[in-house]
C-alpha cells in the first residue's frame, strides 16, 4: 500500500499483518481524491477508523493541513506512527486520539471542533438485505451530531460494502457516490438550510 499523490507520492506505507485491518486499495483512493479535487488543499480533516492512517496522510501528501486520526488500537496506532515518519510530515500535522471513534465524536462535539473533511472507511457489515443495518457505517450516518463536526461546504466520505444496504437519514444529502468492487464510498454533506422569507418593507 502506498501513498498514490501529491508531496509524498509513492512512499510505501507499513500495514499489520493479519486480518484486523482492511486498507482501503490504491485504486479506490485514487477516485476519491480525483472526486474530492482542490477540497484537499488546506483542508483540516478528521479520519475515523483510522488503522493505518493511509486515508489521511493521502489527504496530508496533497496539500491538507492538519489530520486527526482516531484508531482504538495501541498496536494499530503504533503504524500510523511510523507510517506519519516514513512520509517525512512535521509530527504537528497529526493529532492522533488512541480512543473509541464514539467516545471522541462526542469529545469534538462538546469541544466544537469543526474539520473540512470526515473521512471513514470502518470495518464492513454483513449483509443485511429485509432488515436495517448494524454496522459502524449505518452507526456513524445515525449520529445526529455528526454534520455538525463539519465547516460549511464540508464533506463526509464515507466508505462501505455493497452488500450492507444502508438508510439514509434526513440529516445527511448524498453528494456523490463511487463504486469499486465491493467497495462503495458515499460523499455526504448537510442539506442546506433555507433562509427564512424577509418581509419587503412597505
Known sequence: MRITGGTAAGIILKVPKGYDVRPTPDLVKQAVFNSLGERVLGARVLELFSGTG???????????????????SPRHAEFIRKNLAAARFPE????LRVQDV????????????????ILADPP????????????HAQQ?????GLPGLLNENGLLV???????????P????EHKVLKHGDSM???LKQPRVPEPDVPNPS
Request: charged letters at 25%; proline letters at 1%.
Open 54 to 72: 493511509a486515508m489521511g496522510f493521502e489527504c496530508l501528501s496533497r496539500g491538507a493541513v492538519h489530520l486527526v486520526a482516531v484508531e482504538k
Open 185 to 187: 464510498m458515499r460523499f
Open 124 to 135: 464492513y457489515g454483513e449483509k443485511n438485505v429485509g432488515r436495517r443495518s448494524t454496522s
Open 102 to 117: 464514539y467516545t471522541v465524536l462526542q469529545q469534538f462535539a462538546v469541544a466544537e471542533r469543526r474539520f473540512d473533511l
Open 92 to 95: 504537528e500535522m497529526l493529532e
Open 170 to 173: 434526513g440529516h445527511w444529502l
Open 140 to 144: 456513524l450516518l445515525d449520529l445526529p
Open 158 to 168: 464515507l466508505g462501505h460494502s455493497k452488500r450492507d444496504t444502508l438508510v439514509l
